[in-house]
């Protein structure tokens, strides 16, 4: 018996040291599904745990504001013990962007054409930019380790995969503009428009490595039909790109005993046939009840069905 203690321990110390570290848990799905409340309900879950925790939205249309009763901005703002919040939006990445790469790219352009500082700005509206930015506006607050963890609350699903490819899709996009750049750039400048290309492919690459080795997936659904192919292609993108996916959520089942009609009862048996779908697309699936509201009371009991085998 001692041996087989000895056995299971040292299996167990393996496997954690082998285990990556997750410090970002992002909340996906579609729009409507409750990802913010689940965010918010998760965020206070480990904060009463002690843990320095931050939750974000990158939402064009956040709800952490009304959750927690505080107008929240691209500001950390302290929510309560251990928890802080912020919402981000997409106006604030582009301003970062323009602080960050601004006068380096309007040196450049003015060393090869007369041009207004305006030029700037519209490269700053370049598809893929915003996605980009924001990536590194949310690995720059995690390897600032102010936070042991970080809850994303998501925009809709659509959003959310356009953001997980643009990485790659970036890289591609520089190493074109590498060759058009060579045919028209003829003058030296301060830094060069090839310096310029090389950090941001630079930037794209650490951004993949994060997300494959500090962020994992909890997808959020509601029992509908739609959900059940909505929740597979979700669960495919984010294998596709080597993210780890740690649980799907059901959000919103009626439970059978708080049925007052016909009506209800038939809607929870229908809900229950996509429950048990899709429980068959992931081996970690947690139930959550409807709730007539939304109150910190309730949000802690969200926080115990998500962690109750934990």
């Known amino acids: 018996m001692f041996f087989i203690k000895i056995l299971l321990l040292r299996k167990i110390y393996k496997i954690k040291m082998t285990q990556p570290n997750y410090n970002v848990l992002m909340l996906s799905g579609k729009g409507g599904v409750g990802k913010s409340t689940i965010s918010a309900a998760i965020a206070l879950h480990f904060a009463s745990?002690?843990?320095k925790t931050l939750v974000l939205s990158?939402?064009?249309a956040p709800s952490l504001s009304s959750i927690f009763g505080m107008n929240l901005s691209d500001k950390i703002s302290k929510l309560k013990e251990n928890l802080y919040g912020t919402e981000i939006s997409g106006d604030e990445i582009i301003n970062r962007w323009n602080e960050k790469f601004g006068n380096e790219i309007y040196a450049v352009m003015r060393a090869f054409a007369d041009v207004d500082y305006s030029i700037v700005e519209y490269i700053g509206?370049?598809?893929g930019i915003e996605e980009e930015f924001m990536l590194d506006h949310i690995m720059e607050i995690v390897k600032s380790k102010k936070f042991d963890i970080v809850i994303w609350d998501t925009a809709p699903m659509g959003n959310t995969l356009k953001l997980l490819?643009?990485?790659s899709k970036f890289i591609t996009h520089l190493n074109f503009a590498t060759k058009v750049y060579t045919k028209f750039y003829k003058r030296n400048s301060a830094k060069s428009i090839y310096e310029i290309i090389d950090e941001w492919k630079v930037l794209?690459?650490?951004?993949?490595?994060f997300?494959?080795?500090e962020v994992c997936l909890m997808a959020v659904c509601i029992p509908e039909n739609l959900a059940v192919y909505q929740t597979e292609k979700l669960l495919g993108e984010f294998k596709e790109h080597n993210i780890m996916i740690q649980k799907i959520i059901i959000n919103n089942v009626i439970q059978k005993d708080v049925c007052d009609s016909k009506f209800m009862l038939k809607k929870a048996e229908i809900q229950r046939q996509y429950v048990e779908k899709i429980k068959n697309l992931h081996k970690d699936v947690a139930e959550i009840p409807l709730f007539e509201e939304i109150t910190?009371?309730?949000l802690i009991k969200i926080s115990k069905e998500i962690f109750k085998d934990k």
Request: hydrophobic share 20%; proline share 12%; aromatic share 0%.
């Open 58 to 60: 990158t939402d064009p």
């Open 211 to 213: 997300l494959k080795e």
């Open 125 to 127: 509206t370049a598809p």
């Open 204 to 209: 794209s690459e650490q951004i993949i490595k």
């Open 49 to 51: 745990k002690g843990k």
């Open 296 to 298: 910190e009371e309730n």
């Open 165 to 167: 490819s643009m990485p």
